[in-house]
């Protein structure tokens, strides 16, 4: 089960390779995102470079996108470089101006890049964890923050080898 989870399965397909009820499955799944979710680092103080970007997860699409889509549910990432902040235009990010940070932001109609100026490293996390997340066809509320969670984990962590060794790990001192 863990290696199928490392691959990325679905909890519905692993349940069928494996040869377990779908529930099985998915408790267990459930389970390693809770491992995952207890075992993050604690949030700290950041320096230096640091990326800033919001998507907005799930809801309705008719007619609407983005900020203004009924039942999307926001997420404000960071992603930590090497010495200013950048974030594209969003009219929240007027906070950081206030404080002793240099604020670049990047206007997305106009350009993606100005210089060395970009938000790419964000913005490739947010691509790896919409996609991740769109295989499940729909996530509980409740367990979204797990599945935020296992994303930043997987990109974080993202050889496979390793991951697979530290949530064997974590699962052995679970069980121990």
Known sequence: MIELFIAGSTARTAAHLV????STAS???LRFRVLIHSHSEALEMFDGEV???ELYFGGRRKSKRGR????KIPVFG???CNGRVYTDTFISYNAPDISEFKHYRINHSKLFANKYNHISGIENFWNQAKRQIRK???IPKEHFHLFLKECK???NSSNPKNQLK???QWVRREMG
């Open 78 to 80: 960071l992603l930590k």
């Open 136 to 138: 499940f066809n729909g």
């Open 68 to 71: 203004g889509a009924a039942g």
């Open 166 to 168: 530290q949530l064997n």
């Open 51 to 53: 990326e800033v970007d």
């Open 27 to 29: 408790y267990y799944f």
């Open 19 to 22: 040869g377990v009820n779908k």
């Open 153 to 155: 984990w997987r990109f």
